[in-house]
């Protein structure tokens, strides 16, 4: 937690990638962290299905979406 904490605080979400809630607002949770991040606070994503299993049949979750903004 430590590599993601900010020092004015942090957030964590948990998300699907392949969820039709998490598609329909991904790109502002994108750009809203980007600032927030740029203000001094940290931010996790969780993808709450695990990856290794989430691949298996929904292969969005193992590219670059996965990865720090």
Excluded at 15 to 38: E, G, Q
Aim: with cysteine; net charge positive.
């Amino acid at each position: 937690m430590n590599d993601v904490a900010g020092k004015k605080g942090t957030v964590v979400v948990f998300i699907c990638n392949h969820c039709p809630f998490v598609k329909a607002v991904i790109d502002r949770m994108v750009s809203d962290t980007c600032v927030l991040m740029s203000e001094g606070v940290g931010f996790a994503a969780i993808c709450s299905g695990g990856v290794p299993r989430a691949c298996r049949g929904h292969a969005c979750d193992c590219d670059h979406r996965c990865r720090a903004c």
